[in-house]
């Protein structure tokens, strides 16, 4: 479960880095 949490985080930061 813990892969899903990084997965969303490292999600969420990718876009804050593209953006």
Do not use: A, C, K, P
């Amino acid at each position: 479960m813990e892969n899903l949490s990084s997965s969303s985080v490292r999600f969420v930061y990718t876009g804050i880095l593209l953006f």
